[in-house]
């Protein structure tokens, strides 16, 4: 990412491109393109306002026709905005927050936000697992029985888990190991016929091996888009 940041940000500086007047725009949009896919702060900002700088200012107005302006139409205008804000809106956005609130596979549409903030440029492969255990799903994944957590502290033993949990990190909430550990255990052959006798053992790896195509799916498209969005600024 460096490497590609670095030779694109010296194609198009300005001082190398003198007869195009969008060279210093252009400069600005690689700047923050790698800025966004670099720093925790410009990420969140762009998340959450679509600039890598943060919140923006802008004014809104309404414009009404002359004739509900005049004195007599003021109560009728009053009524009609307050039907307007207090039922019309919300309702139109209550539907609209459920209709779409599934994504690819019927997961939750919240786990872009999720994947998004975790892509970075220095990923490494055995970081998949524990980005999948944040997932939204899985977040609610918890230990039912004494027997499940033997199970999973036996497998939580194994190395390759233990490279898969990922380091708590300030201020964000702890990471579900079990996860990490049926769907580790599921790939490298830890799990025993006999763990599988548990229900919710089967139960839950049922889930997560239903959910992972949609996850790595949300993830792939993630990561396109913040990599389009590096190119084109």
């Not at 998004?116 to 980005?131: R, V, Y």
């Not at 502290?153 to 990190?169: F, G, H, L, T």
Request: net charge positive; with cysteine.
């Amino acid at each position: 990412m460096k490497k590609a940041y670095r030779k694109l940000s010296r194609e198009k500086h300005p001082d190398k491109n003198p007869d195009n007047p969008e060279a210093v725009n252009e400069f600005i949009q690689i700047t923050k393109a790698y800025t966004i896919m670099t720093d925790e702060k410009a990420r969140d900002n762009f998340l959450k306002y679509g600039n890598p700088d943060g919140k923006g200012s802008m004014a809104v107005g309404i414009a009404l026709p002359n004739f509900l302006q005049k004195k007599e139409y003021q109560l009728h205008v009053l009524i009609a905005f307050f039907v307007l804000i207090t039922f019309v809106i919300p309702g139109y956005f209550w539907n609209t927050i459920q209709a779409n609130s599934k994504d690819v596979g019927g997961v939750a549409v919240d786990n872009r936000k999720v994947f998004t903030e975790l892509i970075n440029e220095n990923m490494l492969g055995k970081q998949i697992p524990g980005m999948f255990a944040q997932a939204v799903e899985f977040s609610a994944m918890k230990v039912r029985s004494k027997d499940e957590l033997a199970i999973l502290s036996r497998i939580k033993m194994n190395d390759n888990v233990k490279e898969a949990i990922p380091k708590q990190k300030p201020g964000r909430a702890p990471v579900q190991v079990k996860p990490i550990c049926l769907l580790m255990g599921y790939m490298y052959g830890l799990l025993k016929d006999e763990d599988m006798d548990l229900e919710g053992i089967k139960q839950d790896l049922e889930d997560i091996l239903r959910s992972i195509p949609s996850y790595m799916d949300i993830m792939l498209s993630q990561t396109m888009m913040l990599s389009q969005a590096f190119k084109m600024g």
